[in-house]
């Protein structure tokens, strides 16, 4: 299988964010955990327009992270393995399989608790993390599969926005919605009249992230709205579509994720942190993602191929698949994402993210060690 050259380039640009993003959390989890605690954790607290530095970077920032992965499914289906049924129900029936699953085991250690609404958590893979791992597996690794994880964790984060939208939303505030909704629905028309100045759809997202922002639904959303209203064209080099993606790889993956990286992952480890263990969010999240994604995956992967609704590339088998399941359980960045929209305790939010931590630490050694062993 070819690998097309803007996909190449989010591969490789992904697989370099996921050593990033492993610095700035070893940097982070050090630095939370010494004298200096204090100080780092007020950088991140310090007020900004009325809001704090951590707020802007997760309900800022990462909006633009989304318009970057929403860019890149909608490549996916217009051109890339997502564009033919055929081709894009395997990755879509293991991402499904993959958030189901997990949720269903999270569901079974917290049902009728205080903590039930972190069934989102372990649903979401991390797309940096799981490419930069897949890539350290050296260059057998089949182009088959880098594609199938890649669209799987695409369709996994586009599971996860709906699933913040849907069920983190709070409190609703009809007219602001209306008014982003407005904004986008006006974005899709120019999109119809073949309107191709991309300074209109960016200056015209602002305002609907903002009015977003304040109706209650998570303004992240905008971000993967305003990368289907903005005109893919015929998707080539000189689309506005692939210079934005283009544009976008480099400060998302250098700047934001590493940002929030290190603003979400002060975490402080105490000395009882092995109580942490029997609680029945952190065996939801554990178990969900360790067990529960690379279970899901190859299951839901296997019925579709058996029922013959999809087929599996030659150069692929079910012991790969298994192995791009277990990367699948790198939640980390919507993970923890999820984990600040479903809890309010700071306390249950930090022992979640080290709960998230540590499942995806085991889930990446795990899918690095049975990819090694699988793909020579």
């Known amino acids: 299988m070819r690998l097309s050259k803007l996909f190449t380039s989010f591969f490789e640009s992904e697989k370099a964010g996921g050593l990033v993003l492993l610095l700035c959390t070893a940097f982070s989890l050090v630095i939370s955990n010494t004298s200096f605690s ?11 327009a009325n809001h704090s530095f951590e707020h802007w970077i997760n309900d800022g920032l990462m909006a633009i992270f989304f318009l970057m992965i929403g860019l890149e499914l909608e490549r996916e289906v217009y051109k890339g393995e997502l564009s033919k049924f055929k081709d894009a129900i395997l990755p879509i029936s293991g991402a499904l399989g993959g958030m189901l699953v997990p949720a269903l085991i999270f569901l079974l250690f917290n ?16 797309i940096a993390f799981a490419l930069g791992i897949l890539s350290l597996v050296g260059k057998n690794v089949p182009n088959s599969l880098k594609v199938f994880l890649t669209a799987l964790a695409v369709i996994d984060d586009l599971g996860a926005i709906i699933v913040i939208a849907l069920f983190y939303t709070k409190t ?27 300074w209109i759809y960016l200056i015209a997202g602002v305002f609907m992230w903002y009015f977003m922002l304040n109706s209650g639904v998570h303004a992240t959303i905008t971000g993967v709205l305003l990368a289907f209203a903005i ?46 263990f029997s609680e029945e969010y952190s065996l939801g999240i554990l178990f969900g993602l ?3 994604k690379p279970l899901g995956i190859i299951v ?35 993970s923890i994402f999820i984990s600040l929209l479903a809890f309010d305790d700071a306390e249950i939010i930090n ?25 020579k």
């Open 231 to 276: 005109p893919f064209q015929d998707g080539s080099e000189k689309s506005i579509s692939y210079k934005l993606q283009h544009f976008l790889h480099k400060p998302v993956v250098y700047f934001i994720l590493p940002l929030f990286a290190l603003c979400n992952t002060a975490i402080i480890i105490g000395a009882d942190w092995m109580q942490n």
């Open 111 to 126: 049902f009728g608790t205080k903590t039930q609404s972190g069934i989102g958590i372990p649903m979401a893979t991390d």
């Open 38 to 48: 204090e100080s780092y954790f007020a950088i991140w607290h310090h007020p900004i």
């Open 172 to 198: 609703l505030y009809f007219v602001n919605l209306i008014i982003s909704l407005s904004i986008f629905g006006g974005l899709l028309v120019l999109n119809r009249m073949k309107v191709n100045n991309l």
């Open 300 to 334: 839901f992967s296997y019925l579709v191929i058996k029922v013959g609704l999809a087929k599996l590339p030659k150069e692929l088998s079910m012991k790969k698949l298994l192995g791009a399941g277990f990367l699948g359980g790198i939640g980390f960045t919507m």
């Open 290 to 292: 360790i067990i529960g």
């Open 351 to 375: 022992n979640a993210k080290f709960m998230i931590l540590a499942a995806s630490l085991v889930s990446g050694i795990v899918g690095f060690l049975w990819l090694k062993r699988f793909c």
